[in-house]
T-cell receptor
Framework: GQQLNQSPQSMFIQEGEDVSMNCTSSSIFNTWLWYKQDPGEGPVLLIALYKAGELTSNGRLTAQFGITRKDSFLNISASIPSDVGIYFCAGSKGAQKLVFGQGTRLTINP | NAGVTQTPKFRILKIGQSMTLQCAQD?????MYWYRQDPGMGLKLIYYSVGAGITDKGEVPNGYNVSRSTTEDFPLRLELAAPSQTSVYFCASSYSVGTVTEAFFGQGTRLTVV
């Protein structure tokens, strides 16, 4: 089946550092979504991207839809303790089911 | 709006028992999904539905069954619970308007099979 490769699998950073993670696929997607999952909770949508090349921000978060439509990245600037969690990318080809990456587990040392 | 509601939140089953995990959404979404998430792992798709009366298998369907008799509800059935089905189960729903698709998740059901 379709696979999304998300990297890195885990990150250990100091508070205040910037974070970057990405997601790649062998096939083209029409929509890229980024989710965050807090411990014990369901994933929550952070950013949705709909057009190749699109760059979208949500506070300290910035995500881009790759020009090739086969990748996307998420950046978090000036990390804070509440950024801890698992970040998932997801892709969709429109009227089809979502495909999720394996997740990036972010740990922040104060 | 309640969004996506899952019940129960927690459940302990004995091996061989059966149960149904309930999922309901009030957003009139056409797509609904069931995922399982094992400790420290990502989401694996069990089953999904593109609309009432239509369901299809995901990556890990064995040991599960689903039905979609209405747009709102998408229950997941475990017939003979096994320890390998110990996991957190998430239901999600999404809509498509042209090429736009966003998914919203429930809070999860934590299932332990002993």
């Amino acid at each position: 089946g379709q696979q999304l490769n998300q990297s890195p699998q885990s990150m250990f950073i100091q508070e205040g550092e910037d974070v970057s993670m990405n997601c790649t696929s062998s096939s083209i997607f029409n929509t890229w979504l980024w989710y965050k999952q807090d411990p014990g909770e369901g994933p929550v949508l952070l950013i949705a991207l709909y057009k190749a090349g699109e760059l979208t921000s949500n506070g300290r978060l910035t995500a881009q839809f790759g020009i090739t439509r086969k990748d996307s990245f998420l950046n978090i600037s000036a990390s804070i303790p509440s950024d801890v969690g698992i970040y998932f990318c997801a892709g969709s080809k429109g009227a089809q089911k979502l495909v999720f990456g394996q997740g990036t587990r972010l740990t922040i040392n104060p | 709006n309640a969004g996506v509601t899952q019940t129960p939140k927690f459940r302990i089953l004995k091996i061989g028992q059966s149960m149904t995990l309930q999922c309901a959404q009030d957003m009139n979404h056409n797509y609904m999904y069931w995922y399982r998430q094992d400790p420290g792992m990502g989401l694996k798709l069990i089953y999904y539905s593109v609309g009432a009366g239509i369901t299809d298998k995901g990556e890990v369907p064995n040991g599960y069954n689903v039905s979609r008799s209405t747009t709102e509800d998408f229950p997941l059935r475990l017939e003979l619970a096994a320890p390998s089905q110990t996991s957190v189960y998430f239901c999600a729903s999404s809509y498509s308007v042209g090429t736009v698709t966003e998914a919203f998740f429930g809070q999860g059901t934590r299932l332990t099979v002993v």
